[in-house]
């Protein structure tokens, strides 16, 4: 019995789950801020300290990583995005093209992941193979980033909670 899990089903499913849920969470923070009366731009520009990344570029890195993620286990060209979203309506625009980019792809393309080669632009010199990428960089990476703009948001007072992160389960009853 074959109990691994597919790599498509934690790349291309789990994070076209989890980009939806940000979606999701950053209209509740866009509510939020109409409610009172707080202009968007404060909470995308919002850090949780000093030194950290505000909403915004969470945002852009969880995109770009899960499309990163994707597209170099499985030797494909990686849509650029140029960075320069401001607005809530753009935010969630980035978030749909990179679901888009996701959601053409197979499970089969990703039968030789393991063969794949991640060179560090921040570690230069530095390489992981296809899993050592997948297992403690990319995964760990996306989820870093998706729930410190989660947390950004909750901090700031948007109700928002556990089953909002998680997104979409597909419970049954068997």
Known sequence: MNTSVPVYDITVGQFITTLTALKDVLR??????????????????????????PLSRQIQ?????????????????????????QTYEQFVQRIDKTITFLQKFKPEQF?????????????????????????????????????????ILRVSGVTIGKGDFLGKINWTTE
């Open 111 to 151: 039968k030789d992941y393991e063969k794949a080669i991640y060179a560090s632009k921040h570690k230069p010199g530095m390489k992981l193979g296809g899993k050592s990428f997948l297992v403690q960089y990319a995964i760990p990476n996306f989820y870093f980033h998706v729930t410190t703009a989660y947390t």
């Open 28 to 53: 509740k923070g866009k509510e939020f801020a109409e409610a009172k009366k707080i202009d968007m731009s404060v909470l995308l520009q919002t850090r949780l300290v000093p030194d950290q990344f």
């Open 61 to 85: 890195i969880a995109t770009d990583t899960a499309k990163g993620c994707v597209g170099r286990l499985i030797n494909e060209d990686i849509p650029v995005f140029e960075d320069t979203e």
